[in-house]
T-cell receptor, first 115, second 116 residues
């Protein structure tokens, strides 16, 4: 079965410092991986995805993610955090079987950026 | 920029009542989804819909749930007889067909359903 794990419920960083939000996955075959962000009382906003190619993927708002096949990880990173980055972040994997393309989500990580 | 919209933003209902949650997917998208998020928990897949039929449903999606695309723009989720445990945020999502490229699902802002 395919699954995603986000080992940290919350990540705290100071504004201006680099941030990492961790994600590991378990899939059969090549993974299609996504990061979404959820601001309070808002929907899920797409940040970036890894399908194939370069292991470092760049996305919206200065975020990037590094795909590591040997460690089955897809950590979200940003070189310099902003207070406005504070939100709930979800890692997801797209199910490869069938044609539905449903997403399986991790449990989410709350990012708190302090001034 | 096109976006997925959902109405209402918040629905309060009594246990046992029927509710219909509405979604307008992005206009050229062909695959439609409903997910739910119980407060404090992860986002869970409910159902996918393509070519006017359900393509996959989760074990959560029992006989009390149904989906419909009544016209060319709306996509609805109906819960026939709501239970307390149906209280959650319900997200609609849509994507276009993959053509040699894995396309992204775009999510609506959600409908918060509260069952009393």
């Amino acid at each position: 079965a395919q699954s995603v794990a986000q080992p940290e419920d919350q990540v705290n960083v100071a504004e201006g410092n680099p941030l990492t939000v961790k994600c590991t996955y378990s899939v059969s075959g090549n993974p299609y991986l996504f990061w979404y962000v959820q601001y309070p009382n808002r929907g899920l906003q797409f940040l970036l995805k890894y399908i194939t190619g370069d292991n470092l993927v760049k996305g919206s708002y200065g975020f990037e993610a590094e795909f590591n096949k040997s460690q089955t990880s897809f950590h979200l990173k940003k070189p310099s955090a902003l207070v406005s980055d504070s939100a709930l972040y979800f890692c997801a994997v797209r199910v490869l079987s069938g044609n539905t393309g449903k997403l399986i989500f991790g449990q989410g990580t709350t990012l708190q950026v302090k001034p | 920029e096109p976006e997925v919209t959902q109405t209402p933003s918040h629905q309060v209902t009594q246990m046992g009542q029927e509710v219909i949650l509405r979604c307008v997917p992005i206009s050229n998208h062909l695959y439609f989804y409903w997910y739910r998020q119980i407060l404090g928990q992860k986002v869970e897949f409910l159902v996918s819909f393509y070519n006017n039929e359900i393509s996959e449903k989760s074990e959560i999606f029992d006989d009390q749930f149904s989906v419909e695309r009544p016209d060319g723009s709306n996509f609805t989720l109906k819960i026939r007889s709501t239970k307390l445990e149906d209280s959650a945020m319900y997200f609609c999502a849509s994507r276009s067909r993959d053509r040699g490229h894995v396309n992204t699902q775009y999510f609506g802002p959600g409908t918060r359903l509260t069952v009393l």
